[in-house]
C-alpha cells in the first residue's frame, strides 16, 4: 500500500471509519449534540480570550500613561476573564472527555460484533496476513481514534474561532500583520506537509506494526510457558524475542531521528515569528502613534492567529500518529466487511446446506488456497444417533473435514447437508478454556442454560472429576483453568459441556487424546447413552466399538467408509 500524506486520502480515512458512529448510528444524534455544545464552548473560549487580550493591553497602557483607574479596572475585568476562562476551558475539556467514552464504548461494540460475525476472527487469523495483531487495533487503536479524533477536532475548531476573533483585532491594528501571516504560514505548512509528511507518516505506521508483534510474542512466551521450560527453549525465545526486538529499536531510531528534524524546523520557525510584532508595532509606539498596551495586544493576537494558522505544523507529530492509527482501522473495517467467505477468488466453494441429516455428497475438499486436495469425490453419511469415526494417518486431512462441516473451510466442490450449527458441539483436541467460572466453564458455550448443581455435580463423576469443584472452592471459583488443570482434566471438562448440553450433533477431534483408555471408554460409553449423532477423529483402536461406521482417509486424495469391517488405525 502507497505511504499516506496528509492530504485528502487521510480526511477520506477519517470519514470511512468516523461517519460509522457520528454519522450513522443509532448515536449519532447524541454524538452530534454534543460536538454542537463543544463547539459553543470553544466559541466561547476565543470570546473570552479575545476580551482578555484587550484588557491585558488595557492593563499596560494605563501603567505606561499612569492613568490609576484604568489601570485596576483593566485588572478587574482581566481577572473575571481568566475565571470565565478556567471554568469554560475545564468544562470543554470534561465534555470532550465525555465524547471520547461514548465514542470508545460505540466503536468498541461494533468492531466487537463484526469481528466475531461470519467468524471473522478466525477467517483473519487463517486466511488474511495482510491484518496484524487485531487485538491491538480493537484495544488500542480505537482508544486512541477516540481521544485524537476529538482533539484534532476540537483544535481545528478553536484554531478556526481564533482567526476570526483575533483577526479582527489584528486587522485593526494593522493589515501587515495579516499579510505576513498567512504567506508565512502556508509557506510552513507546504514545508511541513511535502518535506516531512511523506516520511513520518509511513515510519509511524511501521513502528505500530513492530511494536504489536514484539508484545504479542511476549504474550506467546508467558502462555506457553511450561512447553517451553520442558523443551529447555528459554535461549532461543530469548534469541527470537532480541531480534524481534532489534526492529523495533530501529524504526523507533528512524522515528527520534526525523522527530528531531522536525523538531528544529518547528522552534526555528516559531521562534523568528516572536520579533515580527515588535518590529510592526514598535516604530507606531516609538512615533507616538500607538500606546504601549498595543504591543502586547497585537503581540498576543499575533501569536494566537499564527499558531491557529500552523496548527498543522505545531501538531504534525501528533498527527502522524493518528494518521497511520486511522489507516490500521480503516484496513480493518474493510476486511471484517468483505470476509463473507474463507475462500480466495477464483476458487470453487462447497456448497452448504442446513438439513435435518448430517451427509456429505460428491465432497472434494481443499486447502484454503486450493494448493492442495485432501479428498475427492467424498460421499458418507452418519444415521441419527450414531457414530462415525474418521482414521487416517497424520496430515491426510481428517480434522479439515470436521472444519469443512463447521463452515471454517469451504474451498472445493460436493455439498455438506448439515443442521444448523447452533445444534452441533465441536470438541476439539485442545479445548478452549474460558475466562469465568468453573459453571461457566462446563456449560460453554451454553452459559445461559439452567441446569441445576446436582445435574452438574453428577456430570462431573460421570467423567472422573468428582473433586473438582471442591478442589477450587465451589462451582462460582474463577481460575485461570488454562493453567490450573491439566491437559487431560481440560479434556474431560469439555466431554462435561457436552453430556451437560446434550447437543443433537456433536463432532470430537481427537478429544481424548489426553486421557487413558479406561477414562475414554466410560466417556463414550456416556456419549452413547445419549440420543447425539457425533464424528470422531481419532488413532485408537480402542474407539472403533462406540462407531457404527469408519470413515479412513488414506492420504492420496482417496478414502474408504467401512460398515462392519474394522480398518487398521494408523
Known amino acids: 500500500m502507497s505511504s499516506l500524506k496528509i492530504n485528502f486520502k487521510i480526511f477520506q480515512s ?14 449519532k444524534w447524541r454524538a452530534i449534540g454534543l460536538l454542537i455544545l463543544l463547539l459553543a464552548l470553544v466559541s466561547l473560549e476565543s470570546t473570552i480570550a479575545v476580551n482578555q487580550n484587550t484588557q491585558r ?45 461514548y465514542s470508545r464504548d460505540w466503536f468498541t461494540k461494533y468492531y466487537l460484533e463484526k469481528y466475531f460475525q461470519n467468524k471473522n476472527f478466525y ?12 487485538d491491538q487495533r480493537i484495544a488500542e487503536d480505537i482508544q486512541a481514534f477516540c481521544h485524537r479524533s476529538v482533539h484534532v477536532f476540537t483544535q481545528w475548531m478553536k484554531a478556526i474561532f481564533d482567526v476570526m476573533a483575533f483577526g479582527i483585532v489584528l ?12 504567506i508565512y504560514s502556508v509557506v510552513g505548512i507546504l514545508i511541513t506537509t511535502l ?17 504489536a508483534n514484539f508484545r504479542f510474542s511476549l504474550v506467546r512466551v508467558r502462555e506457553n510457558a511450561e512447553s517451553i521450560a520442558f523443551y529447555d527453549g528459554d535461549h532461543r525465545e530469548y534469541t527470537h524475542l532480541q531480534q524481534i526486538f532489534t526492529p523495533v529499536l530501529s524504526i523507533y531510531n528512524r522515528v527520534i531521528t526525523w522527530e528531531r528534524n522536525l523538531e528544529i524546523f518547528k ?8 520579533v515580527v510584532p515588535a518590529l510592526i ?18 503581540g498576543s493576537a499575533f501569536g494566537r492567529i499564527f499558531y491557529s494558522l500552523t496548527i498543522l505544523i505545531n501538531m504534525f507529530e501528533y498527527l502522524t500518529s493518528f494518521a497511520a492509527g486511522i489507516e490500521r482501522l480503516e484496513s480493518f473495517e474493510k476486511v471484517l466487511e468483505s470476509a463473507k467467505t474463507v475462500s480466495p477468488k477464483g476458487t470453487s466453494i462447497i456448497n452448504s446446506v442446513e438439513d435435518s441429516r448430517l451427509s456429505l455428497q460428491h465432497l472434494t475438499l481443499q486447502t484454503p488456497n486450493s494448493e492442495r486436495t485432501l479428498v475427492k469425490d467424498l460421499s458418507v453419511g452418519v444415521e441419527p444417533k450414531k457414530g462415525l469415526l474418521i482414521i487416517g494417518v497424520s496430515g491426510c486431512g481428517k480434522s479439515s473435514i470436521l472444519r469443512a462441516i463447521a463452515g471454517l473451510w469451504n474451498s472445493g466442490t460436493g455439498q455438506i447437508y448439515r443442521p444448523p450449527l447452533k445444534e452441533i458441539l465441536f470438541l476439539p483436541q485442545r479445548p478452549y478454556m474460558i475466562l469465568g467460572s468453573l459453571r461457566d466453564q462446563l456449560l460453554y458455550p451454553r452459559t445461559d442454560l439452567n441446569i441445576s448443581e446436582q445435574k452438574i455435580y453428577q456430570v462431573l463423576e460421570q467423567v472422573n472429576l468428582s473433586d473438582l469443584a471442591e478442589r477450587f472452592g465451589g462451582l462460582d471459583a474463577i481460575e485461570d483453568w488454562d493453567h490450573v488443570l491439566s491437559m487431560g482434566e481440560q479434556q474431560r471438562v469439555a466431554f462435561a459441556r457436552l453430556l451437560l448440553t446434550q447437543p443433537r450433533y456433536a463432532m470430537l477431534d481427537e478429544a481424548t487424546s489426553a486421557l487413558d483408555v479406561n477414562n475414554e471408554q466410560s466417556l463414550y460409553q456416556h456419549l452413547q447413552n445419549l440420543s447425539t449423532t457425533y464424528i470422531s477423529v481419532g ?9 457404527h461406521q469408519v470413515l479412513e482417509v488414506i492420504g492420496d486424495e482417496t478414502w474408504r467408509v467401512s460398515e462392519s469391517v474394522q480398518p487398521k488405525i494408523t
Open 539 to 547: 488413532h485408537r483402536p480402542t474407539l472403533l466399538p462406540y462407531h
Open 171 to 182: 486587522w485593526s491594528k494593522s493589515k501587515l500583520f495579516v499579510f505576513i501571516l498567512v
Open 195 to 211: 518535506g516531512f509528511g511523506k516520511i513520518l507518516i509511513p515510519i509511524k505506521k511501521e513502528q505500530l506494526k513492530r511494536e
Open 14 to 27: 477519517f470519514w470511512a471509519v468516523g461517519k460509522l458512529y457520528w454519522w450513522e448510528s443509532k448515536e
Open 281 to 298: 508595532v514598535g516604530p507606531m509606539i516609538l512615533a507616538g502613534e500607538a500606546e504601549v498596551g498595543v504591543l502586547s495586544e497585537t
Open 57 to 101: 493591553g488595557e492593563f499596560f497602557s494605563g501603567l505606561a500613561n499612569q492613568q490609576p483607574e484604568r489601570f485596576w479596572q483593566a485588572v478587574f475585568f482581566y481577572l473575571l476573564a481568566s475565571i470565565l476562562l478556567a471554568i469554560t476551558v475545564a468544562t470543554w475539556n470534561y465534555l470532550q472527555d465525555k465524547i471520547r467514552l
Open 123 to 134: 477467517q483473519i487469523k487463517v486466511f488474511d496476513s495482510e491484518i496484524d495483531n487485531p
Open 267 to 274: 522552534n526555528i520557525y516559531s521562534y523568528i515569528t516572536w
